[in-house]
């Protein structure tokens, strides 16, 4: 593993991007189990008003995972509110008496890498960070089922029909920015897939990333988000210094709209059955189409909290910390596309049975 910042004095920053749910909070907590002899902080940014992310971190119990190391940007995306909150976070990290030597972002779900990328080329920071490389992160059965592509024969034939029609999807544009400024994709998930899924799978994201990209990315597959650290910090990309080499479908742009998704918190009473709790889930996050569900509910007679995590209809759940005495409801953040029916998403997921 190269140590960037001997080398250079600049502070290495590796930056986790990757679709909702694609397993960036998992594959960090794998890697801070890990010894890697260096002081690590964590900066998590989230798309809605409510932290998930930031407390499961803080919550993993791994020695030497400090609170103070876990930085949580909430209500935010990082690729819009660069000036406001990404800055002053980094700056407050280099003035520390006892900086970090490595800085690991998880950007939200819906978030644009390559604004971020360009704010380390800002005053202050500049001289002081430097992009160690970006990882994405793909998930692998949602890719498979085709969640984030469309068909681009289909709509290349529709735009030469008709020029002045539009037919981005927000969707797949993040996806696709999300690969074209990676340094080293992984495709996650792969215990949930079949052998023959997996070499396809792996083969599509290297076409796709091959679309954007004169550079060689690296494709590695995971599981549970097990990865070697020293796979993923030392890359030594110096991502700030190529951006012309990251295109994105909004080069030229200020910014990006998250008007295009939605995002709200529910709450919904202490529960009694896990198994039919997280069905409920399966099936309004089905019947409402919704991208994630995720968040945390206290179970009767249980001394933890329970985590819920789903991308769309697939859940997974687990106790992760205490229950502290002011957890009386649970608190579910839900993302979607623009337009959903809060009330009637709201009366679904209080009311089972």
């Known amino acids: 593993m190269t140590n ?23 594959l960090l907590r794998h890697v801070l189990t890990q010894p890697h002899g260096r002081r690590i902080a964590v900066i998590v940014n989230e798309f809605g008003s409510l932290g998930i992310d930031g407390s499961l971190l803080r919550s993993c119990g791994i020695e030497g995972c400090r609170d103070e190391d876990i930085v949580e940007l909430a209500n935010g995306c990082l690729c819009c509110t660069v000036a406001d909150d990404f800055l002053p976070t ?12 490595h800085v690991v972002i998880e950007t939200s779900g819906l978030a644009l890498p390559k604004p971020l990328l360009k704010a380390f080329g800002w005053p202050g920071i500049r001289t002081r960070m430097t992009v160690d490389g970006v990882v994405t992160l793909v998930d692998g059965p949602a890719f498979v089922e085709g969640r ?7 709509v290349a034939a529709q735009r030469a029909a008709d020029p002045s029609l539009d037919h981005d999807n927000p969707l797949v544009e993040v996806f696709e920015d999300q690969l074209a400024s ?26 796709q990333v091959a679309r954007f990209s004169s550079r060689h990315v690296p494709v590695l597959k995971t599981s549970e988000g097990r990865i070697d ?16 080499a990251r295109p994105s479908s909004h080069d030229g742009a200020d910014d990006h709209e998250h008007d295009d998704f939605d995002s709200f918190v529910v709450t919904v009473p ?18 409402f189409d919704l991208l994630r569900i995720k968040g945390f509910v206290p179970v009767a007679g249980k001394a933890r909290r329970l985590a819920v995590q789903g991308v769309g209809t697939r859940f997974r759940h687990e106790f992760d910390a205490p229950r502290t005495a002011d957890l009386t409801e649970g608190h579910l953040v839900v993302i979607g ?17």
């Open 4 to 26: 960037d910042k001997r080398a250079s004095g600049k502070i290495p920053v590796t930056v986790v991007t990757g679709f909702l749910g694609a397993g960036k909070t998992t």
């Open 90 to 101: 980094m700056q407050a990290l280099i003035d520390r008496d006892d900086p970090p030597e």
């Open 148 to 154: 984030f592509a469309d068909d681009p024969e289909a």
């Open 182 to 207: 990676a340094d080293l994709v992984v495709l996650g998930k792969t215990d949930l897939m079949t052998s023959d899924a997996v070499v396809a799978a792996e083969k599509a994201v290297q076409e």
């Open 229 to 244: 650290a020293s796979v993923l910090l030392g890359i030594g990309a110096a991502a700030e210094d190529d951006l012309s």
């Open 270 to 287: 202490e529960q009694t059955d896990i198994v039919a709790f997280v069905a409920h889930l399966e099936q309004v996050a089905g019947r």
């Open 337 to 353: 596309r623009h337009g959903l029916d809060r009330e009637a998403i709201e009366a679904a997921l209080k009311t089972q049975g």
